[in-house]
Each structure stands twice: as structure tokens, then as C-alpha cells.
């Protein structure tokens, strides 16, 4: 099969990880008969720097022509001080838009092999952590009207959180077919007790919920679901919920498995074409010094595999390699145990190393 993947690199370690993401998807092309094309493609910081625009539509057009988009990551300090329209996220938020991929599916699962690397307590962790944040990506008061003014001498700011009932049904059918196809249980997160938005919200979702019989639908106000996630994890098997709660309520459940490094993600819309991509930022304090862990973009690069190619036997190659070299005790520094017994019996590796180990297992 012949595939045309859009990759951007991006800025800090990004070149490094997708390096090794690319790398890792060339040995499964081969071991499964297969042609992945790599076309390369400027958007964060480095496209400010070539272009002058964190995203221009020609590499946009790019990935839209694609058959996916593999990402690294962008951003960093060197481009703080740049006007808000310029800064590298807004490439971010311009590609997401631009290829219509509304539904963000954010694992958090703990690897048995990092569980002592888990910040909870060991009791809460032998519960079990196996759940996925589907995020409302492309809507929300990320992409509402923004703007700063001088009213009466001060300095007012003003971002608009909206929402359409098309929005939150297409995600809501998202999250309960997801859940479908795990344990059943849908929990819808918003804050329905103050915003309107999130009233539509919840009442959407259980306008949904006579469709999916077999599926468990609850509500959580997102602040008592930010405690529970830290208090009892094992009770979540999906949450939904929009824009700005899933970003926050992701990071910390990437955080619980034990290490960022290790989430992978996936953006997908009404194709197959998604974007694929880790949880983590640009990491620019070790960026060019072979300490980034390229996990999370080769999970990347497996989710990419299974849900846009349809080649689950491949993505479950590289998955199996990556619990492989776990087990083998290789660590990159970001998931290298704390305790000195346990340390002893690891091997610290850099990035370039554990992408060659994946490799090998693959």
C-alpha cells in the first residue's frame, strides 16, 4: 500500500522525535510490504524564521493533500515576543481548522513497566489507568472572538466561548462511539452549573444518549472531574467534553501514567486523514542534545497506522516493540525511575538510542 505523509518537524525537539518516528514507520513499510511517502512541511517557529508566517497556505495545501500529518512539536521562547497573530500555535490552530479535524483522542494509560513513575500512590494506581479524553478540537473560546481595549482608562480583554448544536453533536456521537468500542461507559464533562455553552452541551449529549443503548452516559462538572481524575482514575473509561477543558484535563491525565512523554494523540474529522502527534511541547531546554523521548511520537505514528490506514497488525508491531524495550529496562530520562533499586536494574538511553531499540523489536 502507498501512502503520502505530511510531516512537520517543527521547532526544538520536534526533529529529533519524528526522526525516530519516521524511522520506526520505514522498518514496519518494509516488514509489511508497504510505501510511505514523506513529504516535509515548515509550520511553528522555523516557518516564522523561512517564511514569516507560522503557517502559510502552501504548506497548509500540503497537508490538506496528504493522506495524514505526523507532527512534532512547535513553539518555544525565541518567538514569545512576536505579535499574538504570528506566534507558533497559531499555526496550530490554523492547520487544525484548516483540515477539519474537530475530534482530539487523547490515551491515558499507564504502561505496567512505569508504574512506580505514576506521582499517585501504589493503591490507586493497582486500580488501573486505561482511559481517553476525546477533545472538541476546533470550536470553543479558542477560536471565538478575541480582543483587548481601553474602556473608561483600563485595559478590558474579552475571549467568546461558542458553541453550535452541530459542534457538540458531532463530537458527542465521537465519544459515544468510542466508548462503544471499549468498556461503554461515557462521562460528559462541562461546567452546565454557570455557562450557558455548557448547558447546550449537556443537553445535546442526553439528546444523544437514547441512540447508543449500550453505552452508560454520566455528567461531570469539569472541576470535581480534574479531582477524580487524581483521586480515582479507574473509574473513567471515556470522557468528552469541549476545547479548553479537554487541553487541561489531558495534560494531567498524561501526567498520572507517569510521564508526557509517553501520550500519543490523534486529530481526526470527517476523513481519514488526521493528525497525528504527541501530548508534549517543544521541550526547547534539551532540544539537540539526544535526551527527548521519542515514544510518544512513535505511539503517534502507530495511531496514525490503525486509524487513518486501517493497518492495526502494523501499529500493533510497533506498540508490541514499545512494551518490548520496557520490559527490557530502557529508559529515557523522563521516565528513568527516581528510586535507586529499581534505577539500577534500567539502562538510561537517549533519543536516538530508543528509537534504534524500537527498531530492532519491530
Not at 471499549?182 to 455553552?197: I, P, Q, T
Request: glycine share 10%.
Amino acid at each position: 500500500m502507498n501512502k503520502t505523509i505530511a510531516v512537520i518537524r517543527g521547532d526544538g525537539i520536534g526533529p529529533e522525535i519524528v526522526n525516530e518516528a519516521l524511522a520506526a514507520l520505514d522498518v514496519t513499510a518494509q516488514k509489511f510490504n508497504h510505501n510511505f511517502t514523506y513529504i516535509d512541511v515548515d509550520m511553528g517557529g522555523c516557518a516564522i524564521d523561512k517564511w514569516g508566517d507560522p503557517l502559510p497556505q502552501a504548506e497548509l495545501d500540503k497537508c490538506i493533500a496528504a493522506d495524514s500529518v505526523l507532527l512534532g512539536a512547535v513553539g518555544g521562547p525565541k518567538w514569545n515576543d512576536v505579535p499574538g497573530h504570528m506566534r507558533p500555535e497559531k499555526g496550530l490552530l490554523r492547520l487544525r481548522a484548516g483540515m477539519g479535524v474537530y475530534s482530539n483522542n487523547r490515551p491515558a494509560k499507564i504502561w505496567p513497566q512505569l508504574a512506580s513513575a505514576s506521582p499517585l500512590k501504589e493503591s490507586i494506581v493497582a486500580r488501573g489507568i486505561d482511559f481517553i479524553i476525546v477533545r472538541e478540537l476546533i470550536g470553543g473560546i479558542y477560536f471565538g472572538e478575541h480582543r483587548t481595549e481601553d474602556v473608561f482608562g483600563e485595559q478590558r480583554a474579552v475571549d467568546v466561548l461558542t458553541y453550535t448544536e452541530a459542534e457538540i453533536e458531532r463530537i458527542g456521537r465521537i465519544g459515544f462511539e468510542t466508548a462503544r468500542r471499549r468498556r461503554g461507559k461515557l462521562c460528559s464533562v462541562e461546567k452546565s452549573n454557570v455557562l450557558d455553552s455548557s448547558r447546550l452541551w449537556k443537553t445535546i449529549m442526553h439528546r444523544l444518549a437514547p441512540e447508543y443503548p449500550d453505552v452508560e452516559l454520566s455528567d461531570m462538572l469539569v472541576d470535581n472531574c480534574a479531582m477524580q481524575i487524581v483521586k480515582d482514575p479507574s473509574q473513567f473509561d471515556v470522557i468528552v467534553t469541549e476545547n479548553m477543558f479537554g487541553d487541561i484535563l489531558s495534560d494531567e491525565a498524561s501526567q498520572i501514567t507517569g510521564s508526557i512523554g509517553m501520550i500519543p494523540s490523534s486529530s481526526l474529522g470527517a476523513t481519514s486523514c488526521g493528525l497525528y502527534e504527541p501530548i508534549h511541547g517543544s521541550a526547547p531546554d534539551i532540544a539537540g542534545k539526544d535526551l527527548a523521548n521519542p515514544i510518544g511520537t512513535i505511539l503517534s505514528a502507530a495511531m496514525m497506522l490503525r486509524f487513518s490506514f486501517d493497518m492495526d497488525a502494523e501499529a500493533n508491531a510497533i506498540e508490541s516493540a514499545v512494551a518490548a524495550v520496557l520490559d527490557a529496562g530502557y529508559r529515557t530520562g523522563d521516565i528513568m525511575p527516581t528510586d535507586a533499586d529499581e534505577a539500577a536494574m534500567c539502562r538510561l538511553v537517549g533519543c536516538r538510542e530508543m528509537g534504534r531499540l524500537i527498531r530492532e523489536r519491530i
